[in-house]
């Protein structure tokens, strides 16, 4: 009887991920016989590790948890609750008529597509998830020497200016914290600024997320495709003359991790950075990540960028510029950018006061030390290729703008191909270090999980060593953790996404290193993708 049951959940998880699917990106892919999906548990916690996510789901006495396994160490998940007449439950990853269908991701007696509620039977709430209450950990004292020339608060590294001078990122032009004159003094910025903000969690998108208003500025990609460590995938794409040199074997190698949607706005090569409180956030409802203060980082989001005028109309059609989908591979931190990257209500980026929507960031009656707020619009640092396309409609345009005002707002990612993991150098069965690209739809990942030879699964952890003083400059790669091992080749990962849904990749690693032995080369096809 029980296995029958449990058949009968799988079957219904499986019709519910694909009417989520469908809502979030019109599409799913093709199954190999080698790939699974589960009704995974969030935050997606190993054998004997606590539940990764509990909350309210959007009513009152809504829980996620870790409900049962079964003997293949299968995750089924429940959520009791959820808000009022629009509450449900899903078991084993969602059943009824309730699992979200139409814009606003409600079906049924669930919501409605403007409301975006939940079905009867179940189903994920639209846009930012209300978590149950649960605050940061307090931080430990600062190192001496971790702020270098930043002021330390909180036990964190804060950005500091002078207040007379726009332009100014250190206090150096107003004689530090004595300056005076037309340079002003030396303002620090609040530590809000500079810890993970405590954003709304967003565990679902419905094709009705609202536009906000900001202004983007532009820089150059780091090593390792950014913070995220996404490797070549971050920057590269086939229409950039960037294609050259180390793109070039890349997009040969892996066309799909290079080519653009075959509709709508482009997407590949237009990587973003945002503010640093946004790149690293608190979410309350994940408890299995390793940091509880730092636990989740939007790398893999995507958002749908437009340049307007200075007023914040948009632009006469044959203006020259493309819309673009952004897609986050990095941090703009608020101690290294004290002007654009700390956020509204602390940026002091008075040059461009002649946009309406610039400086201060919307809605522009935050305090300094207020939280992340819903309407809040957020800062977006842009590479060169997305800044020409918003410039010219050309990847390859010449930059005229070192910061336009823009609208943007967050969307399905519309990648191409399956989710892919970039294993990273110096692999082996006692540590290995991955990171998750080309994911559709939520874009990010809040567990990786592999499978011992026991069959039990180890959790991933997000790379621990960054300095906790500067929260905002965490990488994105997940980790084994020490003595966790020994693991045997291949290796099966279980990858989970922020609304739940985990996929299992069998035997996805296969080797340790690339035959060609280049590990900037070495991208694995999971052949699984959400």
């Not at 600024?193 to 565990?203: L, N, Q």
């Not at 794409?237 to 799909?256: N, Q, V």
């Not at 203060?293 to 200075?310: A, K, M, Q």
């Not at 997940?478 to 990962?493: H, I, N």
């Amino acid at each position: 009887m029980a296995a029958a049951v449990l058949a009968f959940r799988y079957a219904i998880s499986a019709i519910c991920f694909l009417v989520l699917a469908w809502m979030t990106s019109g599409c799913a892919s093709s199954e190999s016989p080698s790939v699974s999906r589960e009704g995974g548990s969030l935050g997606g916690p190993a054998d004997g590790q606590a539940t990764g996510w509990s909350g309210d789901g959007g009513g009152n006495d809504s829980t996620i948890s870790n409900d049962a396994r079964d003997d293949d160490s299968t995750i089924v998940t429940t959520m009791d609750g959820g808000g009022g007449d629009d509450s449900g439950a899903i078991d084993g990853g969602g059943s009824g008529d309730g699992c979200g269908s139409g814009d606003g991701g409600g079906s049924g007696d669930g919501g409605s597509a403007s409301e975006g509620g939940e079905g009867d039977d179940g189903g994920l709430v639209c846009g930012a998830f209300d978590a149950e209450p649960r605050t940061p950990a307090e931080r430990p004292p600062v190192e001496a020497g971790a702020c270098g020339a930043w002021v330390t608060e909180d036990g964190v590294c804060c950005a500091q200016y002078c207040s007379g001078i726009n332009t100014s990122e250190s206090c150096t032009e107003c004689s530090g914290d004595a300056g005076s004159g037309d340079a002003g003094s030396c303002v620090p910025v609040d530590y809000k600024g500079c810890i993970s903000g405590s954003w709304p969690e967003v565990h679902a998108l419905c094709g009705s997320e609202p536009w906000h208003y900001s202004r983007s500025t532009h820089f150059a990609l780091l090593d390792q495709g950014g913070a995220c460590q996404f490797g070549l995938y971050g920057g590269c794409t086939m229409e950039a003359d960037a294609a050259a040199g180390a793109c070039a074997p890349f997009c040969k190698a892996y066309p799909d991790l290079c080519r653009d949607p075959d509709a709508g706005p482009t997407l590949r090569g237009n990587f973003a950075a945002p503010q640093g409180n946004y790149y690293t956030q608190f979410w309350p409802s994940l408890t299995s990540n390793a940091n509880n203060d730092d636990n989740y980082l939007s790398c893999g989001e995507c958002f749908e960028v437009v340049r307007t005028n200075p007023d914040g109309t948009d632009l006469p059609p044959d203006a020259g510029s493309a819309p673009v989908v952004l897609q986050v591979v990095d941090s703009c931190p608020c101690s290294a950018n004290s002007k654009w990257c700390c956020g509204s209500g602390r940026d002091h980026c008075g040059e461009v006061s002649n946009f309406k929507y610039g400086c201060p960031l919307p809605p522009g009656d935050l305090p300094p030390d207020h939280d992340p707020q819903a309407d809040e619009s957020i800062h977006l640092d842009l590479g060169n290729t997305a800044m020409a396309r918003l410039q010219t409609g050309d990847p390859n345009g010449n930059l005229v703008d070192g910061v336009i005002p823009t609208r943007y707002k967050r969307v399905p990612c519309p990648v191409v191909g399956n989710v892919y993991i970039w294993l990273q150098g110096g692999a082996g069965p006692y540590y290995f270090s991955l990171s998750v690209v080309n994911v559709r739809n939520l874009g990010s990942i809040v567990s990786v999980e592999a499978q011992l030879p026991s069959g039990q699964w180890i959790a991933l952890e997000r790379d621990p060593n960054y300095t906790m003083a500067r929260p905002q400059e965490r990488t994105g790669d997940w980790v084994l953790p020490q003595g966790a091992g020994p693991f045997s080749l291949p290796v099966t990962l279980r990858i989970t996404d922020p609304s739940g849904q985990a996929l299992v990749a069998q035997d996805v690693i296969g080797s340790w290193a690339a035959d060609a032995g280049d590990p900037e080369m070495y991208f694995i096809d999971t052949g699984v993708q959400f």
